[in-house]
Nanobody, 120 residues
């Protein structure tokens, strides 16, 4: 079994910054990609940023230049640094990991989500 634990959400004013962290634990053999998705009320879940084990990244157009994703492979942790936040960034942010378990089962796993609210 694999668990993802997120931290770092909260309330911030427009233009402010937040740092989200997600740690994966459990029966992990390897993680080929980790990322962050978000879902705002009434909208579909969308990719925010993703990083592979080799360090390749991709970002949603709406966050390019403002958000940075990074990863510590040794600690199975992914960080999302969010700067210049806008009200439209308000959403529940979910961590995602593509995992190969110790029994060689491959699947996507999700965290519970952390609320990010950008408001004055």
């Amino acid at each position: 079994q694999v668990q993802l634990v997120e931290s770092g959400g909260g309330l911030v004013q427009p233009g402010g910054s937040l740092r989200l962290s997600c740690a994966a634990s459990g029966s992990i053999f390897s993680i080929y990609a980790m990322g962050w998705y978000r879902q705002a009320p009434g909208k579909q879940r969308e990719l925010v940023a993703r990083i592979t084990s080799g360090g390749s990244t991709n970002y949603a157009d709406s966050v390019k230049g403002r958000f940075t994703i990074s990863r510590d492979n040794a600690k199975n942790t992914v960080i999302l640094q969010m700067n210049s936040l806008k009200p439209e960034d308000t959403a529940v942010y979910h961590c995602n990991a593509g995992v190969v378990t110790t029994t060689h089962y491959q699947s996507d796993y999700w965290g519970q989500g952390t609320q990010v609210t950008v408001s004055s």
